[in-house]
Nanobody, 121 residues
């Protein structure tokens, strides 16, 4: 079983910064793509940023230039550095990973429990 544990959420004023972390643990054989999604009240969950095992990133237009995704493969951890935060960034942020666990080997999509980010104006 593989688990993702997020940390780093909280309350911040507009213009401030936060850094989210997500660590994977369990019977991990390999981790492919990792990413961050968010869901604001009354809205659908949306992709914020994703990163491949090799480090190629995909960042949503709404956060491009403000958020940076990175990962440490040795620690099975993905990070989201959020700068110049805006009230519209307020949401629950979820970590996501495509994992191969085992043996026996199997491919899984795993989600974290979510961490709340609140940006006050």
């Amino acid at each position: 079983q593989v688990q993702l544990v997020e940390s780093g959420g909280g309350l911040v004023q507009a213009g401030g910064s936060l850094r989210l972390s997500c660590a994977a643990s369990g019977s991990i054989f390999s981790i492919n793509n990792m990413g961050w999604y968010r869901q604001a009240p009354g809205k659908q969950r949306e992709l914020v940023a994703a990163i491949t095992k090799g480090g190629t990133t995909n960042v949503a237009d709404s956060v491009k230039g403000r958020f940076i995704i990175s990962r440490d493969n040795a620690k099975n951890t993905v990070y989201l550095q959020m700068n110049s935060l805006k009230p519209e960034d307020t949401a629950v942020y979820y970590c996501n990973a495509r994992v191969v666990d085992g043996p026996p080997l199997r491919s899984l999509e795993v989600w974290g429990q979510g961490t709340l980010v609140t940006v006050s104006s």
